[in-house]
C-alpha cells in the first residue's frame, strides 16, 4: 500500500456553483497528474479531521 499526503480545496459554500467548471478542472488535473481513478468532491456542509 502507498501512501500520500492529501489535499484538500476548501472554498465558500456558496460559490461552489458559480466556480463548478474551475473546480472540474482542478478535479481532472490532480486525478491525471497522480493517476487517481477518481477525485472525491463535496458540496455541502461537512465536518472533517484531518
Known amino acids: 500500500m502507498m501512501r500520500r ?3 484538500c480545496i476548501c472554498y465558500p459554500l456558496s ?3 458559480a ?4 473546480i472540474e478542472e482542478i478535479r481532472r ?3 491525471k497528474e497522480f493517476g487517481q481513478e477518481a477525485v ?4 455541502e ?5 484531518f
Not at 19 to 22: A, E, F, G, I
Not at 45 to 49: G, I, L, N, S
Request: net charge positive; aromatic share 4%; hydrophobic share 30%.
Open 5 to 7: 499526503a492529501g489535499r
Open 15 to 17: 460559490r461552489a456553483s
Open 19 to 22: 466556480s463548478d467548471r474551475k
Open 29 to 31: 488535473a490532480y486525478e
Open 40 to 43: 472525491a468532491r463535496v458540496d
Open 45 to 49: 456542509r461537512a465536518r472533517v479531521d
